[in-house]
């Protein structure tokens, strides 16, 4: 059974760092591409990029590069998105989710994460 | 950047009736040597994170009920609900991924009259 699973909730302060992750299971993990989905609350979804645990070929929407860095370990299956500086504004449900086919960049997303709760507040 | 613009916002429909879903993109999401449309339609109930319904436009993901069709080419596209069940209340989304960044439409919320 395909599986991402990703860390638990977070709740941190303005100007924190924080790396959070999105392990999958279930399948061939490196043949695939591994997107970042925004979720702002009440809002809706917004790609922040993708990552390809074979060989770490990034791609960032451009309204996120420089804000965030997605990396991955290929060798546990697991792609992580972090932040050097927190601010309130990046307060959001944080999703992971799979690219379909496997090696190509089409961003069609068959399988997600449970989603991360980032909270940051004074 | 692709602007993805779905009517309408909000949608009530009676059990077992039609609902339709629209959505208009700034450009043509499709390829004219292959004939397919970089498309797809998501699903997502409350607490719960997206389901892929249907992508290339009209091909149903596997395990999602029949009801669910996609259609459309170019820049405007529907996913239909043929007969709408319960279960079926949730806010759903288009996306294309035609090119970078990869948008997605503002969601539409289904309920049920």
């Known amino acids: 059974e395909v599986q991402l699973v990703q860390s638990g909730a977070v709740v941190t302060k303005p100007g924190e760092s924080l790396r959070i992750s999105c392990k999958g299971s279930g399948y061939t993990s490196t043949g695939h591409w591994i997107a970042w989905v925004r979720q702002m609350p009440g809002k809706g979804l917004e790609w922040m990029g993708s990552i390809y645990l074979g060989d770490s070929d990034t791609r960032y929407s451009q309204s996120f590069q420089g804000q965030v860095i997605i990396s991955a370990d290929k060798y546990i299956s697991t792609a992580y998105l972090q932040w050097s500086s927190l601010m309130a504004s990046d307060t959001a449900l944080y999703y992971c989710?799979?690219?379909?086919?496997?090696?190509?960049?089409?961003?069609?997303?068959?399988?997600w994460g449970q989603g991360t709760q980032v909270t940051v507040s004074s | 950047d692709i602007v993805m613009t779905q009517s309408p916002d909000s949608l009530a429909v009676s059990l077992g009736e039609r609902a339709t879903i629209n959505c208009k993109s700034s450009?043509?999401?499709?390829?004219?040597?292959?004939?397919?449309?970089?498309l797809a339609w998501y699903q997502q109930k409350p607490g719960q994170p997206p389901k892929l319904l249907i992508y290339w436009a009209s091909t149903r993901e596997s395990g999602v009920p029949d009801r669910f069709g996609g259609g459309g080419s170019g820049t405007d596209f529907t996913l239909t609900i043929s007969s709408l069940q319960a279960e079926d209340v949730a806010v759903y989304y288009c996306q294309q991924y035609h090119s970078t960044p990869i948008t997605f439409g503002q969601g539409t919320r289904l309920e049920i009259k």
């Open positions: 989710a799979r690219h379909l086919r496997p090696g190509r960049p089409e961003a069609i997303f068959d399988y």
């Open positions: 450009q043509s999401l499709s390829y004219s040597s292959n004939n397919k449309n970089d």
